[in-house]
């Protein structure tokens, strides 16, 4: 069996904390071979590199998510371009826009994912995208900064499939995760049958968005083999070949060597 690539995951949160060595130590035996672990603030982004730093099989991203945004200062654009500096460190994110739970104000929003796509433009790191109710603006931002992009991803892409063509154009990848599993799951399953194999990322985002029949339970990496089963369910090919081909996607798109 192909290993799997975890494209996004967050190691680091609080509810790991009792048991963050045994989950990660187990992950291999467990078929997950990769995780990149995506950073939400500053020390989240230090705690991932942190733990790349000490696993082979975790790699990290350092940004700031649009819910933290308000926090920020210019001073920790120079500090997250430090972090990215480490050799580890493979992209910036996750970045993007939040319109449903506004957590910070949305012109602060804007402001902060554009000066995080020109850090990933100065460092030369693709970036993870996080957008939720905000497709029309992430895409009028993605489009404006174009020439700026080393890469990206749509990450825990929830948009329909007909804008998928719009991320596709600008070269992104689209990365999908739990929600394809659920039960009432009708938008990202016909993602699933209409994202070109060769564009196609596979995630937890844990701890959160655990996919059936663990939804509700705290999620980890090693449930990414529930969102690689159903995808090679819904496109009626073999898992082993959705494994290999997003394991192949993702250490392309951040740059690692594509076989273990
Ligand atoms: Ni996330």
Known sequence: MN???????????????KDRKEIIEGLISR?????????????????????AKEYSHIYAAVGVHPHDVKTMEDCHLNELENMSKEKKVVA???????????NSPR?????????QIDLADRVGLPIIVHN???????????????????GGVMHCYSGSAEMLKDFLDIGFYISLGGP????????????????????????TDCPYLTPHPFRGKRND?????LVAEK???IRDIPLEKIARVTFENASKLFRIRPIQ
Do not use: C, W
């Open 221 to 225: 990496p090693g449930y990414v083999g």
């Open 180 to 203: 394809v599993t659920f039960k009432n799951a009708r938008k990202p399953v016909e993602v699933a049958k209409q994202v070109p194999l060769d564009k196609l990322l596979i995630e």
């Open 3 to 17: 290993m799997l690539f975890d494209s996004h995951a967050h190691l680091d949160d609080k509810r790991f904390d």
């Open 107 to 115: 012109d602060v929003q804007r402001e902060r994912f554009i000066d």
């Open 31 to 51: 078929g997950v071979g990769r995780v990149l672990n995506a950073g939400a603030d500053m020390k989240s982004s230090l705690a991932g590199i942190e733990l």
């Open 92 to 102: 910036i994110g996750e970045i993007g826009l939040d319109f449903y739970y506004d």
């Open 231 to 233: 995808i090679a369910k």
């Open 132 to 150: 939720r109710d905000a497709h029309k603006d992430t895409l009028d931002i993605l489009r404006d900064n174009r020439h700026k992009l080393h």
